[in-house]
């Protein structure tokens, strides 16, 4: 039973982690985009 | 132009519909399959760790697939579905990586033994790793992508003697396609196959979060030369 309980808590823990990873960087690079095109527009004004 | 690095109501939906595929596989899992004979209740590892192992196998296809596509076009989208799929492909063969040891050490006494079906899908996992490598080299972006493309197709040689190394040298690995026919009770049959397609669609998922982040990475690259050029 602990082995059982071993592997599928692995599971979960690294699905777990790689799709927050995967949020995270995803709206890290959002802000970083809305940032960069509103630098964009003041430039170009 | 359609911003692809945004992901619509359609992405959350498939989110739910994951969620709700996965709480179905697990109450078949532990509530409703019957309790395998000899191995007992370790054996319901079983279940999450041949669903894994088919997203991992599937994600190399689509590289591979992916990478021919680029290879012939050279078209960046081809590129980005490649780096995606193999990322995901990574995670869930380190999770097949990570389950069998601990399947075979309450099935066959040992953590590990260097039998063909293991041999080959630690060479596999391997590969994929250094391949995750390249992409995150600080090479030039068409250059990388080109060798990232003709790894993806040289590399993909692994899955199928994976695949088959059990129909032809294994000794110890469970058989679960015996001529032809499944060898698994129709019950865990259809117990499989939910968790396959609990994996599938988070593969989907997962999937279209990375390809969306590179179409991003790539719009920031686009507004930072724009701004490179005000500069100068």
Same mark, same amino acid.
């Given at each position: 039973?602990?082995?059982?309980?071993?592997?599928?808590?692995?599971?979960?823990?690294?699905?777990?982690?790689?799709?927050?990873?995967?949020?995270?960087?995803?709206?890290?690079?959002?802000?970083?985009?809305?940032?960069?095109?509103?630098?964009?527009?003041?430039?170009?004004? | 132009?359609?911003?692809?690095?945004?992901?619509?109501? *359609?992405?959350?939906?498939?989110?739910?519909?994951?969620?709700?595929?996965?709480?179905?596989? +697990?109450?078949?899992?532990?509530?409703?399959?019957?309790? %395998?004979?000899?191995?007992?209740?370790?054996?319901?590892?079983? /279940?999450?760790?041949?669903?894994?192992?088919?997203?991992?196998?599937?994600?190399?296809?689509?590289v591979f697939i992916?990478?021919?596509? /680029? $290879?012939?076009?050279?078209?960046?989208?081809?590129?980005?579905?490649? %780096?995606?799929?193999?990322?995901?492909? #990574? #995670?869930?063969?380190?999770?097949?990586?990570?389950? *069998?040891?601990?399947?075979?050490?309450?099935?066959?006494?040992?953590?590990?033994?260097?039998?063909?079906? $293991?041999?080959?899908?630690?060479?596999?996992w391997f590969i /994929?790793?250094?391949?995750?490598?390249?992409?995150?080299?600080?090479?030039?972006? %068409?250059?990388?992508?080109? +060798?990232?493309?003709?790894?993806?197709? =040289?590399?993909? =040689?692994?899955?199928?003697? #994976?695949? $088959?190394?059990?129909?032809?040298?294994?000794?110890?690995?469970?058989? &679960?396609?015996?001529?032809?026919?499944?060898? &698994?009770?129709?019950?865990?049959?259809?117990? $499989?196959?939910?968790?396959? @397609?609990?994996?599938? +669609?988070?593969?989907?998922?997962?999937?279209?979060?990375?390809?969306?982040?590179?179409? =991003?990475?790539?719009?920031?690259?686009?507004?930072?030369?724009? @701004?490179? %050029?005000?500069?100068?």
């Amino acid at each position: 039973m602990n082995y059982l309980f071993a592997a599928y808590m692995a599971i979960w823990i690294l699905i777990f982690v790689y799709t927050l990873y995967l949020g995270h960087r995803q709206s890290n690079l959002t802000k970083e985009l809305e940032l960069l095109k509103t630098a964009l527009k003041e430039k170009s004004r | 132009m359609k911003n692809r690095g945004v992901l619509g109501i *359609g992405h959350n939906i498939l989110g739910v519909i994951t969620f709700l595929v996965m709480s179905l596989a +697990l109450y078949m899992i532990f509530m409703w399959v019957p309790e %395998e004979a000899t191995m007992g209740p370790v054996q319901k590892i079983f /279940y999450f760790h041949v669903g894994t192992a088919w997203i991992g196998f599937f994600a190399f296809f689509i590289v591979f697939i992916a990478s021919i596509a /680029y $290879l012939r076009t050279k078209e960046r989208k081809w590129d980005i579905l490649a %780096e995606a799929s193999a990322e995901i492909g #990574v #995670v869930f063969i380190t999770l097949v990586i990570i389950t *069998g040891p601990i399947w075979a050490r309450s099935a066959w006494n040992t953590w590990w033994t260097w039998e063909p079906r $293991l041999t080959t899908s630690l060479i596999l996992w391997f590969i /994929y790793i250094a391949y995750v490598l390249v992409r995150a080299s600080a090479m030039e972006s %068409e250059k990388k992508a080109r +060798l990232a493309a003709i790894f993806g197709i =040289i590399g993909f =040689i692994d899955v199928p003697i #994976v695949f $088959l190394s059990i129909k032809f040298w294994s000794l110890n690995h469970p058989f &679960l396609i015996e001529n032809g026919k499944m060898n &698994l009770d129709p019950d865990m049959f259809k117990t $499989l196959m939910v968790s396959v @397609l609990t994996f599938t +669609l988070l593969y989907v998922y997962l999937l279209q979060k990375g390809m969306a982040i590179s179409y =991003i990475r790539d719009e920031i690259n686009s507004i930072k030369g724009k @701004l490179r %050029e005000k500069f100068d």
